[in-house]
């Protein structure tokens, strides 16, 4: 008879549950810090009408729509903000060469071109000159299209990963899986990064005897997200929209 020692039995079992938590620790915060450096360039950042005609005159906008704001305040973290396209909106959203996107409130295009008085030349509005140069928004693959993209691909890579381990791995140590779920929706992908420094970095070296359930989770999701969102328009008004985007 032959006997099969136990450290022989089963090797590419007993290798995966090495090697797929110590990739996932250093996958996770990589992939992070590769979609936030991605997603804050190309977040939108509020301007002025004055900044547009700066940039029209010196043939920076590439792409542009006039809108009537933004449809992605309920939005997962890791998605763009959308444009609500309208043709009397009240702004205008243009993006750069450089892949950072800008909007700024403008006047409806009725009200921006008008007879010329005597000894002046006749307005012409934004609109008009965008139309000669740029291309209406996402009617070409411009730079800070393929970035944004780029963003919400590793977005849903970072999110496939953190579930897939979540659901189909181990138990989780410090907390259920339903408390781990709340907290892994805290905005810009805080929660994954706190479950992947509790679980992964630092986990207990034994299970919790009283561990975080998922209502307790689903509260740190309410009261972590209003603090968080206080945090960021604190830091916006202090920095400003260009280093604080949103």
Known sequence: MIEV?????RPFGGRWRVVVPAALRWGLPVLWVLWAGLAWWVEPRESTAAQLDRDLAAGQVVTYQRANGWAGDDAYWGSRPELRPAEQGWMIAWTLPSGQTRYAPVQPPDRQSYPAEPGRSAHVGPDARLAAVADPWHAGDDTAHRIANTAGLLAGVLTLLWLGRLIGGAPPLAGTRWFWFWIG?????????????????????TPVPDPG???????????????????VSVARGLFGTTAVPG
Request: net charge positive.
């Open 5 to 9: 020692s136990p450290s022989r039995s």
């Open 185 to 205: 929706l805290l905005p810009f992908g805080t929660g994954v990064l706190a479950w992947t420094y509790r679980e992964l970095w630092r986990p207990p070296p």
């Open 213 to 231: 359930s998922g209502w307790r989770g689903f509260g740190w999701l309410i009261l972590a997200g209003i603090g968080i969102g206080l945090l």
